[in-house]
């Protein structure tokens, strides 16, 4: 069976389409962690909404954990099963002892995911609860049992994929359901994505935060001297194709930085968005864009085109060098897996003046014999169990003739997927662009 959604982005994108109709509605989205997160960031980028996590916790039965007597929400919210709890025969002194517990838990997810920010307001407004996916339903039908305790006007519950008998079941529990996808043969969520890859802590804190920075951008005002912040979707032409991209300029900038996704991944991938992220809150203008279009990127040997990448990520250089914003600036490149190839042999080519690079998990050794002419400062950055990779980075750095750094972070896979590993990352690549591409760094020799 064929894989319905690319990836969470991808099926959000496509959820927003559907909900547009709510664009005119006080909404608040709501998505349940982790997976319903960057589904829900790309709904409420759409409809100009704010984005939260809704953190529930199911309470079961002591002697059969499986079967759910109730859940809770933040602020003490708690919504019981009077039927089920009178079935299984639960006092309330229990209650109270599985309240206790799955508290303790909820309050420090929901502190871990919104990194100090408060909870977004529901009283009132048009609660759109999220998730990737649902199997049995019991999560979302806590997560609106919540979201209506919290106080909102009206229930939401929106999701790419669901079979029916599940959305049938929900129906008492929100005033709307809107699912994309309803298959008859339905064994998980995951096989309706083809990249259905575990979402991290730091991923919802970093889509988390940057949707928060979204939603409090204040408008540009007529009159005033200051540039306005520049936060779009763009279009970009590369031959006679047209690539994608989002380009993002805080106001006092001192540097643009070009990310190269890699292995069919683009601008809406959660790992390079939370690097993103970091570079924006540290001062940088970041250009996100997708190096393949959708059909190119089903085909493994576009994939694997180092060239026809490099020159697209030449054009696309060319493009943002002569936007405003990149007016006496300098430029680096941001390269993941196959896009840290592309990144290194779009960098060796004459013209392109790339002030510094950073790899992520990368394949520099695909650049191959353009390695040696490669003049930028370049950091690689590798997992220290993702052994094959960090050895073929290795030999690609014993090949490069320019300051080059190799920066292993212990204990990470090739994904960066465990806790901190992401940060890390992104505080590395802060620290590396920053030293190149602020107006007081010295042009590489």
């Known amino acids: 069976m064929a894989a319905r959604f690319r990836d969470r982005a991808d099926a959000g994108r496509r959820l927003a389409e559907r909900l547009r109709y709510l664009v005119d509605e006080d909404v608040v989205v709501l998505g349940l962690p982790r997976g319903g997160v960057p589904v829900g960031f790309e709904v409420a980028a759409a409809l100009e909404a704010p984005l939260d996590v809704i953190v529930v916790r199911k309470l079961g039965v002591p002697y059969q954990p499986e079967l759910a007597i109730g859940a809770i929400g933040e602020d003490g919210v708690r919504v019981l099963n009077d039927e089920v709890v009178s079935i299984a025969g639960v006092g309330e002194a229990e209650v109270a002892a599985l309240e206790r517990s799955e508290r303790a838990v909820l309050e420090r997810l929901a502190m871990r995911f919104r990194d100090g920010r408060a909870r977004a307001p529901v009283a009132g407004r048009t609660a759109v609860v999220v998730d990737d996916g649902i199997a049995t339903g019991s999560t979302a039908r806590a997560a609106c049992q919540v979201a209506r305790a919290h106080g909102a006007a009206r229930v939401v519950l929106a999701v790419p994929v669901a079979p029916q008998t599940s959305l049938r079941e929900l129906a008492d529990v929100a005033d709307e359901v809107v699912c994309l ?48 912040v520049r936060d779009e979707e763009v279009v970009l032409n590369s ?13 006092f900038h001192s540097g643009l930085v070009i990310f190269a996704h890699g292995s069919g991944s683009g601008r809406y991938s959660p790992r390079n968005q939370s690097v993103a992220v970091a570079l924006n809150e540290a001062g940088l203008g970041t250009l996100l864009f997708d190096l393949l279009t959708p059909d190119e990127e089903q085909v493994r040997a576009r994939v694997f085109d180092i060239e026809l990448l490099a020159d697209r990520l030449g054009a696309v250089t060319e493009w ?12 680096g490149y941001f390269g ?23 790899s992520r998990g990368g394949r520099p050794d695909l650049a191959g014999p353009r390695l040696a002419q490669v003049q930028s400062p370049t950091l690689l950055i590798v997992g220290g169990h993702d052994e094959a990779v960090l050895e073929l980075n290795r030999r690609a750095q014993a090949q490069l003739h320019c300051p080059s750094r190799l920066a292993v972070v212990p204990g990470a896979t090739h994904l960066f997927e465990e806790p901190g590993a992401l940060e890390e990352v992104g505080r590395l690549a802060v620290d590396w662009f920053l030293c190149h591409l602020a107006p007081s760094a010295k042009p590489a020799s």
């Open 239 to 251: 031959g006679t194709v047209r690539l994608a991209g989002h380009l993002r300029v805080p106001e």
């Open 336 to 358: 993941a897996s196959t896009g840290a190839g592309a990144a290194l042999w779009a960098a060796a080519q004459p013209g392109l003046a790339i002030a510094a690079i950073v």
């Open 181 to 228: 996808e309803t298959p008859r043969l339905f064994f998980a969520v995951g096989q309706f994505y083809r990249d259905f890859s575990q979402t991290s802590d730091e991923e919802v804190v970093a889509l988390l935060r940057q949707a928060a920075t979204r939603v409090a951008a204040p408008p540009a005002t007529a009159g005033t001297t200051d540039p306005p």
């Open 320 to 331: 943002l060098e002569a936007q405003p914003e990149a007016k006496g600036v300098r430029v």
